[in-house]
């Protein structure tokens, strides 16, 4: 009976907290608010469909690559051949599903894991950096990318286009994508392929006697990972309306998305998001109440809690949280 009532609590509570997270911006007191929950959103999106692999031991260090090819295709469309955002998205994703195809079969099938594989993605996040940044005819190179205006238009339009004049239509884009990545997360869990990557991720050679195809699942995975950090990084230009190699391609993007994981905790479902929400408010606190004297401060204390967390609490934040809670739970039962 307690059982049935503390899982009717829960469920209760999950659908509160949802029903504020939708009503948020029509009850916002700043425009300055919405914006951060919208980039929250957004990144927290990231860094789940990173958890997808990073939790079953693939630790990519490529997804700022994936970012970055997804926006820069779309906006290019864009700006040079007036295709709408949707469309270019289309063949941005393609591009994205690619390269993380075929790269992600050739380190799986040759047998490249751990340290080398994360070695490996950094240097496709380095080379597409360098690719951008030589095309700087066409992309802007280290000044930038700067995504074509509409203005105002019609409704319809604006989410044709995926610019609106006000921050609410991005703030449910970005909850729609969150959703859908938890969603995504929540299938992998159910499914025979949480299954076959944890005893792929405990014993590789185990898992290959007893008939598992190794490169098919973590391949399959890495696509996956790769198309929804697409969709978040269009959805983060379009956003913006601005792109810059250093800032969302290069390793320092890739390592943030790590490190957001990492700090809330990458193997439960909530992990990265808290964890994007503690960065991200970490971040925007420094800048508003200390501007430019302390900037990159914040940078400096995540790193220095993230080195932390992997001694003491490798479980992250809301793991280690939720573990303890469990382990009371259980003793209050017996």
Known sequence: MNLQRNV?????????????????PLLSPSPYLTHISILILIWSSISTAWSYMGRFGMVSLCHGAFIGIAAYITAILFNYYSLIPLVGM??????????AG????????????????????LVITELVSLVIIVCRDITGGRLGYTINSIGPLP??????????????????????????????????DKGKTMVGLTAIGDDEEASSCIGLNIVRYKTAMFVISAAITGVGGILYAQY???????T?????????IVFKSILGGMFTLWGPTIGTLIIIAMEEYVRVFF???????????????????IIFFPQGIYGTLREVLSKRQKHRIY
């Open 8 to 24: 009717l609590l829960k469920k209760s509570l999950l659908l509160l907290i949802l029903i504020l997270i939708i009503l948020f």
């Open 90 to 99: 289309l063949i941005g994703l393609l591009a994205v599903i690619v390269v």
């Open 102 to 121: 075929v790269s992600g079969y050739a380190c799986f099938r040759f047998g490249i894991i751990g340290h080398y594989f994360a070695i490996t993605t």
């Open 155 to 188: 409704l319809y339009k604006e989410i044709i286009y995926l610019q609106f004049v006000d921050k609410t239509g991005f703030y449910y884009l970005a909850l729609v994508l969150l959703l859908l990545t938890l969603y995504i997360w929540r299938k992998i």
């Open 240 to 246: 913006t309306m601005y792109l810059n190699p250093i």
């Open 248 to 256: 969302m391609v290069g390793a320092g993007a890739s390592l943030s």
């Open 291 to 309: 501007g430019a004297e302390y900037i990159g401060w914040s940078i400096i204390g995540y790193g220095i809690t993230i080195i932390i967390l």
